[in-house]
């Protein structure tokens, strides 16, 4: 059964961590291709038309990615999570299929129209797809986070004989309070993404002194975009979703802060350290007294509670790597905040196309907030571990009693090697487009 549960969850692990590469991106460039297409109209600058038209076409490849990732990871809701299924889909099953009525077919609609329709349908018409993708884009998101929204404070339900789960209010579903906070923050993280990689390519045209116009405009923007999502990542979206942990979820905060004794007078903030389990401590941390105790409470004196206060069968079944995970996007969100803050004064000062060190910054920084995002999402998963429904339905109890560990690791295996073979295929195709140019993309 252990060795059972451990090739499922990291089957599924495996697929949702690569087909969220792509969902992270396409979302948050939806807005910004937006952004663009509105500048055209406002303008009349053809760049900003021919720009909208080159993200567009890396959002597809994106979209098709993310289209054939996200399938197979579905799958496993009825090959490996059978039970979690069954006893769940009653109500899991309403946001998913709104997912896929509602947000995917708009999204996958208009994308057809925006790519190829602009000479028939005209400027404004045109708008109109690009901002009915963002639209379904956005959309998707939310109908994805109110499911698991549910998962990590179930609401509107009641349990019948039979251990199934059934919704008693649909309302609730929307009206919960974990699901705002994380939209919006999942929202503004795929916001930093697209910032970055936009940031990044105009940087590295810049730095190679080809197609130099656009390089300006996609720095311009990227940084603008990316300082104001990564500040709201922070704040408050972020320190809403945290305020939420401690609120619904206390164990799983004190394990990411890795708080393992209650701290009478006020809970220092760790900025350095490493669990250990043996001991329950951190080792060689630096902390700030109080400073926690203040962000979570505002009050310097507010007591947080530790693991000691709770039932260790409860514990969050990762520690380490939870603590880990989340001082991780901490760290990096900070260092997005400080890189987009120097940006902007430097762009203000006129002089941040020329100060080479600063874009070859941009250009590097291209992968992180990807493991931001992925670090982000092991943060909630690995946090409600040991339970698939918050404090009613064990991870142990969802799994599939009929697929043995060794049909699930061999099509991990297969997941993995085609799953590679995709993602160099897509590098190759996505290095292609933004070696050819935007200003290549002629009306």
């Known amino acids: 059964m252990e060795d059972m549960l451990f090739y499922d969850r990291m089957q599924f692990a495996f697929t949702i961590t690569f087909h969220y590469l792509f969902p992270q991106l396409t979302m948050g460039l939806s807005l910004i291709i937006v952004y663009f297409k509105g500048k055209y109209l406002i303008t009349k600058t053809l760049k900003y038309n021919d720009a909208a038209k080159f993200w567009m076409k890396i959002f597809a490849l994106n979209f098709a990615m993310g289209v054939v990732t996200g399938i197979p990871m579905e799958f496993q809701f009825g090959t490996n999570w059978a039970k979690f299924s069954e006893l769940t889909g009653g109500i899991i099953g309403q946001t998913l299929a709104m997912e896929g009525m509602f947000s995917f077919f708009l999204e996958s609609s208009f994308l057809g129209l925006f790519l190829f329709g602009e000479k028939l349908l005209g400027h404004k018409l045109h708008f109109l797809t690009g901002f009915l993708v963002f639209l379904g884009s956005w959309a998707s998101g939310y109908f994805i986070i109110a499911t698991h929204s549910w998962m990590q404070n179930p609401v509107g339900y009641e349990i019948l004989d039979n251990g199934k789960f059934v919704l008693t209010n649909f309302a609730a579903l929307f009206s919960n309070p974990w699901l705002w906070p994380s939209y919006l923050h999942n929202q503004a993280a795929s916001l930093v993404t697209a910032s970055f990689v936009v940031a990044a ?3 590295f045209y810049l730095l190679q002194q080809k197609h130099s116009e656009f390089g300006k405009l996609f720095v311009y923007t990227g940084v603008v975009f990316g300082l104001i999502s990564s500040i709201i990542v922070a704040f408050p979206t972020g320190d809403l979703t945290a305020k ?3 609120k619904y979820q206390p164990i799983t905060f004190a394990a990411m802060e ?5 701290e009478k007078g006020g809970s220092e903030i760790v900025l350095i350290g490493q669990p250990n389990m043996l001991e329950k401590k951190l080792d060689n941390k630096i902390a700030v007294p109080n400073i926690l105790s203040f962000l979570t409470y505002q009050n310097w004196d507010a007591e947080i509670k530790g693991l000691n206060e709770f039932n260790p069968k409860d514990y969050p079944t990762n520690i380490p790597g939870l603590y880990y995970a989340y001082h991780i996007m901490v760290g990096l969100g900070t260092i997005f905040i400080a890189i987009m803050l120097l940006s902007t004064v430097q762009l203000f000062r006129k002089k941040l196309f020329q100060s080479k060190w ?10 992180f907030p990807y493991i931001a995002n992925t670090t982000g999402w092991y943060t909630s998963e690995l946090g409600r571990q040991p339970w698939l429904v ?9 799994i599939s009693p009929t697929v043995s560990s060794g049909n699930t690791l061999f099509t991990l295996l297969g997941f993995i090697g085609l799953y590679l073979l995709l993602g160099m295929l897509f590098l190759i195709l996505v290095g ?12």
Do not use: C, Q, S
């Open 201 to 203: 390519i105009g940087a």
């Open 244 to 246: 939420n942990v401690v």
């Open 258 to 262: 890795g708080i393992f004794e209650t």
């Open 358 to 367: 600063i874009l070859w910054t941009l250009v590097f920084l291209l992968p």
């Open 390 to 398: 918050y404090n009613l339905l064990r991870t142990t109890d969802g």
């Open 432 to 443: 292609k487009m933004i070696h050819k140019g935007p200003n290549t993309l002629k009306e």
